[in-house]
């Protein structure tokens, strides 16, 4: 099916972005993006990526807005191979107008390609005109980005990564709603607004040069374990320990690699230093870096708003959001960004 004449199909999906409190950092299969390991993490609750897509029979390319402004060309790029997979899995030739948009600064460096995937995965399909059971839309998602599916589900999510080698037993389950236990993540926003090497080649620098690669895969099937337990358990200690234990071993194993990948600024490691002040005064929090600059860092809700006051008088820190666990992604009828 190529689309009538004059066809339009459109659907809106919107996804919070997740946070990695077990990190994924390598791959066991490029093409299919299967990662090394399982990881564990938590769906944030606001902030969020909603996308819309048309399919249009009048487009004879596809078309992409980010933020209502033209996407950069390597985000066109990456969001038309994806598209490509839709319509091949669908069997039509229709191009797409996508349009997406973040609730908070694209230019904070926070933008997210887990919400980015799991919204346009659920929007693209929807308006292909499909409902996709919920393992086909995760392996479409995770094709994306492998830290997409994740964003599927709200709360706390373990993704398995499955052994065989078609990927079809890698996926996200739920460890725990986002109802289940209340607790803040801090986002304390600092530094280069973009990075300056993306995650998937970072990723593979660590995987082909890094001598601590080995041990580092060793390492993570056990602090799932221990994270999953003590989330179920409603354990802080225990989730806050083995989560900046996850995230150091994370950047030790990239600090090895060859150039090594340093993701932080002063500015971070001012901001783990004020967090383990906080930790050595009475106050428990922990904090998680990804392939960025920003930190952040696990609370109890009511220690919130004096780590707050005192992350935002880090010098260099622009800002700090205050998140809480939130849910999976779903299909809305609003426009992109509302
Ligand atoms: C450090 O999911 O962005 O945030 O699969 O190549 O798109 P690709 O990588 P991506 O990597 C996320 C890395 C991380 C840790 C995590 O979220 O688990």
New binding site residues.
């Given amino acids: 099916m190529g689309g009538r004449p004059g066809e339009m199909r459109t659907a809106s999906a919107d996804a919070r972005t ?3 409190l ?4 390598g ?1 066991r299969d490029r093409a299919l ?1 299967l ?1 090394a390991t399982g ?1 564990l ?1 938590l769906t944030l609750s606001s902030l969020r990526t909603t996308t819309r897509v048309t399919f249009d029979e009048t487009l004879d390319r596809d078309e992409m807005d980010l933020d209502g402004q033209e996407a950069p060309p390597a985000v066109a790029q990456r969001t038309g191979r994806f598209l490509d997979l839709v319509r091949r899995k669908v069997g039509i030739t229709m191009h797409a107008r996508v349009e997406s948009a973040n609730n908070f600064p694209t230019a904070s460096g926070l933008a ?3 919400s980015g ?1 799991a919204a346009l995965a659920l929007a693209a399909t929807r308006a292909a005109g499909i409902e996709m059971d919920f393992p086909s839309l995760a392996t479409l998602a ?1 094709l ?5 599916p ?1 964003s599927l589900l709200g709360g706390f999510v373990e ?1 398995r990564p499955g052994a065989l080698p078609d990927g079809s037993d890698c996926l996200p389950v739920q460890v725990a709603p986002e109802t289940h236990w209340d607790i803040a993540i801090l986002v304390a926003v600092n530094g280069a607004a973009t990075k300056e090497i ?3 080649t970072a ?1 593979e620098l660590t995987r082909l040069t890094s001598p601590y690669y080995r041990e580092w895969l060793r390492s993570v099937p056990g602090d799932i374990e221990v994270a999953r337990q003590a989330v179920l358990a409603r354990d802080f200690s225990a989730l806050g320990q083995v989560a900046e234990s996850s995230c150091f071993r ?1 950047h030790a194993v990239a600090l090895g690699a060859t150039p090594p990948l340093l993701f932080w600024t002063g500015v971070t490691v001012d901001v783990v230093r004020k967090v383990w002040e906080f930790r050595r005064n009475g106050l428990e929090a922990y904090v998680t870096i ?2 960025g600059p920003h930190v952040k860092v696990l609370a109890r809700p009511q220690d919130a708003e004096e780590l707050l006051r005192g992350i935002a008088a880090v010098p260099g820190v622009t800002r700090v959001l205050v998140e809480r666990p939130g849910p999976g992604a779903r299909i809305t009828d609003g426009r992109a960004g509302q």
């Fill in positions: 997740n946070i990695a077990v990190k994924y950092w791959k993006n990662p990881s993490s997210s390609s887990a995937f995770r994306g980005s492998g830290s997409a994740r993704m993306g995650s998937t990723m994370m990804d392939a």
